[in-house]
């Protein structure tokens, strides 16, 4: 009996309505293992996330959370099931700017290739840097940056993307505590004034809820999601508010649940 294979379909649904922008059903993933069996990453995952919509995937360690978005961005393609979206793009960890290109020109990167003249694109891109705190570091080389702003010009650089959907992978993890914290506030303001649908990697439970509308916990590997915890905190929201600290509580609570099952 021949298996579902895994198919990918455009959306038709435009970012920033409150429909169902993106939808993955009963995906399954394994890497090929040179001796032995695969490693299954995923298995029989579902979800949805709707038009200006944040949604934070938190999990443990190997669980698939970096397959997950590799899949939702097109880098790969499940063994089974459906993914039904929009074009997505991913900001990985790592901010991979190319350190011989001013701050500048990193961020007009993604114009440059779409084929819009140099003039143009760093005109575009230059008006952004302001927005972000960066007025002044246009010309700076990535050496010459923090981490914090290296990641902020990374994140431009993703936004003139022009797509849809964002896939972030963990974009503060390398950050010390309290420059993450500052950048949990920043992108917190951005994405209020560019809205965007949003799929959010973190292993940081805080964080997931200090960002995110709604927080999938997924299972050990292979991965599936286990709970869904929707966040009904008001905007700006405090890691001290009380209503922060008991859905934490409650999102490391279904965590461990899912760590030990």
Request: proline content about 7%; some cysteine.
């Amino acid at each position: 009996m021949p298996t579902e294979m895994q198919s990918r379909a455009p959306s038709s649904l435009v970012a920033g309505t409150a429909a169902e922008l993106l939808s993955l059903r009963g995906i399954s993933f394994a890497y090929p293992a040179r001796r032995g069996a695969p490693v299954q990453a995923l298995a029989d995952l579902s979800l949805q996330a709707h038009g200006g919509e944040l949604l934070a995937l938190v999990g443990p360690s190997g669980c698939g959370k970096s397959t997950l978005l590799e899949l939702i961005c097109g880098l790969r393609s499940p063994d089974r099931g459906t993914i039904t979206g929009p074009a997505a793009v991913l900001m990985p960890q790592r901010d991979l700017l190319l350190p011989w290109l001013s701050a500048l020109d990193n961020v007009a990167l993604p114009l440059r290739i779409a084929g819009l003249a140099r003039p143009q694109a760093r005109a575009r891109a230059r008006v952004l840097f302001a927005e972000v705190g960066l007025e002044g570091f246009q010309q700076a080389r990535p050496s010459e940056l923090s981490g914090g702003m290296r990641q902020r010009v990374a994140f431009l650089r993703t936004l003139l993307c022009g797509k849809p959907l964002l896939c972030l992978d963990e974009p503060f993890g390398a950050l010390d505590a309290i420059t993450r914290a500052e950048m949990q506030e920043w992108l917190a303001g951005t994405l209020a004034s560019e809205p965007r649908t949003v799929v959010l990697v973190t292993h940081d439970v805080e964080e997931a809820i200090l960002l995110a509308d709604r927080v999938l916990v997924l299972s050990r590997r292979p991965g599936s999601v286990t709970a869904s915890l929707e966040v009904k905190i008001a905007r700006p929201r405090a890691r001290t508010d009380e209503a922060v600290t008991a859905l934490r509580e409650r999102a490391l609570h279904l965590l461990a649940q899912g760590v030990n099952a």
